[in-house]
C-alpha cells in the first residue's frame, strides 16, 4: 500500500485553513498537516476589521479589483478571474456563514464577529481531516531528494510538498533566501500619519468624506474619507496613500510634506464658490457655519484662523486675497509628517518574495517545484477594505488546486 503523500502548510493564519481545506476536499489520498509557530490558529483573523473580520471587498471585475493593489496588481489579475470575490462569498455561505456588504463595499459575515469565520475554518479543517499542530516554530527548512525537511524546536516534519503561508515573518524570509529566492525588503505598508500642527491639534475624531490627499514628491494622490486623530492624519484616504507611498516613504524616513484639499473641490472652483457666498450673504459672519456642509465647524473655524479671518468679519469685510487665502486653506492644506502609526487591524507589510520568482497559474515556486506561497509571504498588499484577506483566498485557493492535481 502507497503511503499518502504528505502536504505541510507553515502558518495557521486565514491563508493557511483556507488551502488546507481546499486541498483536503479535493483530494483525500493527501494528508494535510498545518504548523502554526503559536499556540492558536487564526489570531489574526480574529481581529481584524475591529473583530468583525472583513471578508472581502464587493468588486466583482477582476481588472478593478487589481487597482487596489499597490504590489502585485499585474500579478494578480489571472489568478482573480480564476478565483475572486464572488467565489469567496459563495464558498463562505455554502458553509452556513452568510455575509453581507456594507455602504462602503465591504463584506463582513452577518454576525459581525470574526469568530464566525474562526468556527467555520476549525469545523470544516476537522471535518476536512486536517492535523493541526501548534507550537511548532519553524528553525530550517532543506530540500532533500526531492522532499521538504522542516525542523521546528521540537520536531521534523517531510513533506512532498510545502505551502507557506506564514506572512510578514522574518526568520521565514530568511529560510527563504538560503534556499535561493530573493526577498524584497520589507517595510509598512498600511499606517496613519503622526501630524502635530495647530489646524487640527485640539479636533481629535472629526473627519470629511471625500478628502483629496497628496504627499509632495508623489505622483499618486488618494481620496476618500480622512479623520483627524490625536496623533494626526488618518482614514482610507490617508491609508491608501500609506500603501502606494509605502517605499517612497520608508526612502525619506517617514518625514515629508502632506497637501490636503477637504472638500475634495479644486482650488477654482472653490476661489468661485466663496466669491458667491460673499454676494448672496454679505452680511453674515464668516465664523458663524461652514460653507461646506462635509466640513464640521471647529474644523472650518480651524481653517479660517490659518487663513488670518478675524472672528468678527462679515463676508462683506473680506478682500479678493482674504477669500483665495481660505480658498486655499480648504484646497492646498500644507502639513509636516514626522512619522507613522502601524494601523493596528492591519499591519500589512510590503514585501516578501520576489514576484519574478513564482508561478502565479499555481503560486508555486519557480526555482523549486512542489514549494507553494499565498498570502502576505509575497511582496503583495492590497489597501484597506478586505482586498489583503482576498489575495490570500484566492493565492491559497490556486495553491490548493494544484497541490490537489499531481
Known sequence: ???????????????????????????????????????????????????????????????????????????????????????????????????????????????????????????????????????????????????????TETDNHLADKLLICSGGNPKIWQLLKKLGHQITEPVPSLFTFNIKDHVISDIPGLSVPKAIVQIVGFKEPSQGPLLITHWGLSGPAILKLSAFSAR???????????????????????????????????????????????????????????????????WSDLSHQQIEAIARQLTQNRFRSHGKTTFKEEFVTAGGVDLKEVNFKRFESKLHPNLFFAGEILDIDGVTGGFNFQNAWTGAFLAAMAMAKG
Open 1 to 151: 500500500m502507497n503511503r499518502p503523500k504528505e502536504v505541510i502548510i507553515i502558518g495557521g493564519g486565514a491563508a493557511g485553513f483556507f488551502a488546507a481545506i481546499n486541498l483536503a476536499e479535493s483530494n483525500s489520498e493527501i494528508r494535510v498537516t498545518i504548523l502554526e509557530k503559536s499556540n492558536k490558529v487564526l489570531q489574526k483573523v480574529k481581529v481584524s476589521g475591529g473583530g468583525r473580520c472583513n471578508v472581502t471587498h464587493a468588486c466583482f471585475d477582476p481588472r478593478e479589483l487589481v487597482e487596489y493593489y499597490p504590489r502585485g496588481k499585474k500579478e494578480l489579475l489571472g489568478p482573480f478571474h480564476k478565483f475572486m470575490t464572488g467565489d469567496t462569498m459563495e464558498w463562505f455561505e455554502n458553509r452556513g456563514i452568510p455575509l453581507k456588504i456594507e455602504a462602503d463595499n465591504r463584506i463582513f459575515p452577518q454576525s459581525d464577529s470574526s469568530q464566525s469565520i474562526i468556527d467555520c475554518f476549525v469545523s470544516s479543517a476537522q471535518k476536512a481531516g486536517v492535523i493541526v499542530k501548534l507550537g511548532q516554530n519553524v528553525q530550517d527548512i532543506m530540500i532533500k531528494e526531492g522532499q521538504f525537511d522542516i525542523k
Open 248 to 314: 517612497f516613504l520608508a526612502e525619506k524616513n517617514y518625514e515629508f510634506d502632506l497637501l490636503v484639499n477637504w472638500p475634495g473641490i479644486p482650488l477654482e472652483a472653490v476661489t468661485k464658490f466663496l466669491i458667491d457666498q460673499k454676494k448672496s450673504a454679505p452680511k453674515k459672519q464668516v465664523f458663524l457655519r461652514s460653507v461646506y456642509p462635509e466640513i464640521p465647524k471647529r474644523l472650518w473655524a480651524k481653517l479660517l484662523t490659518a487663513a488670518g479671518i478675524k472672528r468678527d468679519q462679515n
